[in-house]
């Protein structure tokens, strides 16, 4: 059996089913902590520098924001959605988060990480009444909706897509220069496939830029 993304805790049922199977898991984020109950090897060939310096990957240029989250709740080793919006939901913040598109990469391809769909319905509202051209996309939109928002962010019709979670993973739009993690995380496989949206190297794009800073750059 040949799983991809095998981080995923949804695969491990489908193991347990078939105990004699020979199991082949493929993830570039290989994180969690039951992943030693189902597999006994980890094989590791290639590290992330290596695909940067061969051209496979673009290298990072990255912001921070400085902000304590002593306020936010941690449930299951991540912050809890609730307690997360409520520290998020800020004018400052998201007024920070569109200047910083402003001042650091302006016009560019942007894909934003929202913390809930409110979060990311209310951010799309930022860049829109700042004039930047803004779509946002949830677990809410319809199958027909969301693909004609990802097929219009791939021809380029608008710079800035917001999402909650639709595109952490199998998105592959090239061209995206930049990752606004508008969502703070203590999961690093999160982090990891959301940064990794941008990775992705063009003829014209060779450097990466994110996450951008929703307060000031360190």
């Given amino acids: 059996i040949i799983i991809d993304e095998c981080h995923r805790a949804n695969f491990f049922p489908i193991i347990k089913m078939f105990p004699e199977a020979t199991i ?36 990072a240029r990255s912001y921070q924001m400085q902000d304590s989250f002593d306020d936010v709740k941690v449930k ?14 800020k004018p400052k913040l998201y007024d920070g988060v569109v200047k910083s598109y402003q001042e ?11 913390v809930s769909i409110e979060h990311a319905h209310k951010t799309n509202d930022a860049f829109l009444a700042e ?21 219009d962010f791939r021809a380029g019709n608008f710079k800035v897509l917001n999402n909650v979670s639709i595109a952490t993973q199998g998105i592959d739009i090239p061209d995206i220069t930049t990752i606004l993690m508008n969502r703070p995380t203590l999961s690093l496989t999160l982090f990891l496939q959301c940064i990794g949206r941008g990775s992705r190297p063009t003829e014209t794009k060779k450097e990466s830029v ?7 750059e360190v």
């Fill in 24 to 59: 082949l898991g493929c993830s570039a984020t290989p994180s969690h902590k039951d992943l030693h109950k189902y597999y006994s090897d980890i094989v590791a060939n290639v590290q992330v520098s290596d695909l940067i310096n061969q051209g496979y990957l673009c290298r």
């Fill in 76 to 89: 299951g080793g991540e912050f809890e959605e609730k307690s997360l919006f409520n520290h998020m939901n």
């Fill in 104 to 114: 650091k990469t302006p016009n560019q391809k942007a894909l934003v990480f929202n």
């Fill in 131 to 151: 004039g930047i051209s803004s779509r946002c996309v949830t677990s809410e939109t319809s199958p027909e909706e969301r693909e004609k928002i990802f097929n």
């Fill in 210 to 216: 994110g996450p951008a800073s929703p307060c000031t």
